[in-house]
């Protein structure tokens, strides 16, 4: 149990185009998902904190008009780069738990955007 | 502020031998303590948490990890390595008080199992 997808596993995009990652939880409810951002050979930076039917929290330095977050139902988070440009390549990963305090966070696959 | 340590950036073990990976944390209050493992070009999988309790906690793949507040560490350890096993581990911390969820991640350790 507690699977998550991320959809899609790669994509490469030309400078200035825009792209959208779905994150699914696909047996459980989520009611936080998490997005963050890893450079190579690096740790995870938390870019923003999504519940359903809100608005996403996002970090500080971390533009929000970039990277819209929508949160539609308790399955489905998506994240889309907006006019992106070769500095936003990166591999971009998804979280989700299932309620608050403790609860474990379960992380999607990934995704790897190239920006041309 | 919170923060985690993982003062190794690479661990080396043989096969068959015990590893530990290592992690200090620093935040106020009670924390909530997370291993991660990562392979490479996929997200991360969940290993083990401490939340209270036991201070050994036993994970995933035969992994465990004990929780010391005196020292304030979370090391993770496996009585015998396997090859499979080689990848990078992430400790996290999470606020004790705090419902937001956030992780705080370590900055990782590649741990590398020769057979």
């Known amino acids: 149990g507690a699977v998550v997808s991320q959809h899609p596993s790669w994509v490469i995009c030309k400078s200035g185009t825009s792209v959208k990652i779905e994150c699914r939880s696909l047996?459980?409810?989520?009611?936080?998902m998490f997005w963050y951002r890893q450079f190579p050979k690096q740790s995870l930076m938390l870019m923003a904190t999504?519940?359903?039917?809100?608005?996403?929290?996002?970090e500080q330095g971390v533009e929000k008009d970039k990277f819209l977050i929508n949160h539609a139902s308790l399955t489905l988070s998506t994240l889309t780069v907006t006019s992106a440009h070769p500095e936003d390549s990166s591999f971009y990963i998804c979280?989700?738990?299932?309620?608050?305090?403790?609860?474990?966070?379960?992380f999607g696959p990934g995704t790897r955007l190239t920006v041309l | 502020a919170q923060s985690v340590a993982q003062p190794e950036d690479q661990v080396n073990v043989a096969e068959g031998n015990p590893l530990t990976v290592k992690c200090t944390y620093s935040?106020?209050?009670?924390?909530?303590l997370f291993w991660y493992v990562q392979y490479p070009n996929r997200g991360l999988q969940f290993l083990l948490k401490y939340i209270t309790g036991d201070n050994l906690v036993k994970g995933s793949y035969g992994f465990e990890a004990e929780f010391n507040k005196s020292q304030t560490s979370f090391h993770l350890k496996k009585p015998s390595a396997l090859v499979s096993d080689s990848a990078l581990y992430f400790c996290?911390?999470?606020?004790?008080?705090?419902?937001?969820?956030?992780?705080?991640f370590g900055q990782g350790t590649t741990l590398q199992v020769k057979p």
């Open positions: 935040v106020s209050g009670n924390p909530y």
């Open positions: 996290a911390v999470q606020h004790g008080s705090s419902n937001t969820g956030k992780l705080i």
């Open positions: 999504s519940n359903e039917g809100s608005k996403a929290t996002y």
């Open positions: 047996d459980f409810q989520a009611t936080t």
């Open positions: 979280s989700a738990r299932m309620g608050f305090w403790t609860d474990t966070q379960y």
